[in-house]
């Protein structure tokens, strides 16, 4: 497995992925599938451009096949993009890197920050629309 990526099975998946403090791109693959071991090298890529503030993880749909059934994968490669335990996206087959970085920037730009969601409202906040 590459470096900044992780390995994930059945067993793994909540406390790896929907109870991740940061928003996970899973890669559903399987070894015998050609566009997966082509898109393998793109995931690579992104994982060491994004690996600070993305997870990324890769699923064996041979070897797990409750996650997926569970996600509705019927075709591989499969990309879900899980943010706050929920999903905010899928991507199905081939694609290019670039629709991939334009989806993680999208997602990556709407994660809260701690420190500020949880400050009280302002004065202004309270009054309301003007």
């Given at each position: 497995?590459?470096?900044?990526i ?37 995931i ?14 890769k ?5 797990n ?16 993009f ?8 899928q991507?199905t ?10 989806t ?27």
């Open positions: 497995m590459a470096e900044g992780i390995e994930i099975d059945d067993g793994s998946f909540d406390a790896e992925i929907l109870q991740s403090d940061k928003p996970v791109l899973v890669d559903f693959w399987a070894p015998w599938c050609g566009p997966c071991k082509a898109i393998g090298p793109v690579e890529e992104l994982a060491t451009e994004y690996g600070d503030k993305v997870k990324f993880a699923c064996n749909v041979d070897d096949p409750a996650t997926p059934s569970k996600y509705g994968i019927r075709a591989i490669p499969t990309l879900i899980f943010k706050e335990g929920n999903v905010v996206d991507i087959g081939m694609v290019a890197k670039a629709k991939l970085e334009e993680l920037s999208g997602i990556v730009q709407t994660v809260a920050i701690p420190e500020y969601s949880s400050l009280p409202p302002s004065e202004s906040d309270k009054k309301g629309p003007r």
